[in-house]
């Protein structure tokens, strides 16, 4: 360390300047960039494949994904038509974009800081992210966060026990179109959401998880956390999904299947009702990633994650019961108590390997 008192002491400093190592007087004079961050892609069967690796990998991108690049993908895929059908078209895309491609999740974690689970196929991301976990890399999971609540938990704890920060959300959270009405001062309390669009699902995982879950998204951005029972109403076209709040709030989802479905928003304020406009794109959630992968400060907390997946398998189970109210906490403390086993599962078969 230099130490400086006085004129003599200065004229010492700048001798030490000129006659120390240039790396070393580089780094005092001017900061070092940031480093880049490289970002591996796990599941090369959605359209966000592509469609995120331009945002990240662009030239001219700013703030803190002027220093982040996809560099690496694992194909993965599964059965589901929507993964079975595209993985190879969306794989080649990322070949193009000069992005390599590994063989295997543990060949990709060896190149990367950080990684975007983006398996279409929700019922295959526990066991995607746990060596993604024992890494210690974290992790973006793309909708939907699992392929049933117990997954979800697990996910969850598994989070925990390895010390590992994630987050998983919709982009419909970050859209400006809900980030509008979310900062709405003029609204006053927001006294109730009905939010609502295309509801196609996914056979072999809770009605609303595969795409229900983006509408569902919207309203836990808007209403936030604290739902205690779900009721359901299903048609051959759409569903109703209506949640009451613990403040006695109520907060409902449609999920269209056939007919016009575009997304959309009212909320009812104290002072005022607004509807939203349309969703935007993906720029705004992959800015919310890059600002996680650097901080490891996740935007969305996993309990709130977590209770909007209680919400959507509680909706399911008021459909078996014919609409029924069904608690959040009955099917939470299912979960739970599912969960561990599947965990213990999971790492005995990872030791077998």
């Given amino acids: 360390m230099m130490r400086v008192a006085g004129f003599p002491g200065m004229i010492v400093a700048l001798l030490s300047l000129v006659t120390m190592p240039w790396c070393i007087a580089q780094e005092i004079a001017e900061p070092r960039a940031a480093k880049e961050l490289r970002i591996g892609m796990i599941g090369l069967d959605t359209s966000h494949v592509p469609a995120f690796t331009k945002i990240f990998n662009d030239p001219q991108a700013a703030g803190e994904m002027a220093s982040m690049r996809v560099v690496v993908g694992f194909p993965g895929g599964t059965d589901f038509p929507p993964s079975r059908d595209r993985v190879a078209g969306f794989t080649q895309q990322l070949r193009e974009m000069n992005v390599a491609i590994a063989d295997s999740i ?69 859209t400006p179109a809900v980030v509008e009405l979310t900062n709405d001062a003029s609204l006053g309390s927001i006294q109730g959401v009905a939010t609502w669009g295309p509801c196609t699902y996914q056979e072999g995982t809770p009605d609303m998880y595969f795409y229900g879950v983006h509408g569902i998204e919207a309203l836990y951005t808007l209403m936030g956390p604290g739902c205690k029972a779900v009721s359901r109403i299903q048609t051959g076209d759409a569903d109703l999904l209506s949640g009451e709040w613990a403040d006695r709030r109520i907060g409902t989802y449609r999920g269209i299947r056939t007919h016009a479905s575009t997304f959309g928003a009212t909320v009812f304020g104290a002072n005022k009702i607004v509807h939203s406009g349309p969703a935007g794109g993906y720029e705004p959630l992959c800015a919310e990633i890059a600002k996680f992968f ?12 977590l209770e909007m997946f209680a919400f959507m398998e509680a909706a399911d189970e008021s459909k078996r019961r014919g609409g029924a109210p069904v608690q959040l906490a009955e099917v939470m403390d299912r979960a739970r108590q599912e969960a561990e086993g599947r965990i213990e599962q999971l790492l005995g078969k990872d030791a077998n390997r």
Avoid at 120 to 143: C, N, S, T, W, Y
Avoid at 157 to 164: D, F, G, M, P
């Fill in 106 to 174: 543990p060949e990709l974690l060896t190149q990367v800081d950080a990684v975007l689970l983006e398996s279409v196929d929700g019922r295959i991301h526990l066991e995607q992210v746990l060596p993604v976990f024992q890494a210690g890399k974290p992790v973006f999971i793309d909708k939907p966060l699992a392929g049933s609540l117990v997954d979800a938990v697990a996910i969850c704890e598994l989070s925990k026990r390895y010390n590992v920060p994630f987050f998983s959300c919709s982009s419909y959270r970050f």
């Fill in 294 to 305: 650097r901080t490891g400060v996740a935007p969305v907390d996993a309990s709130e994650t």
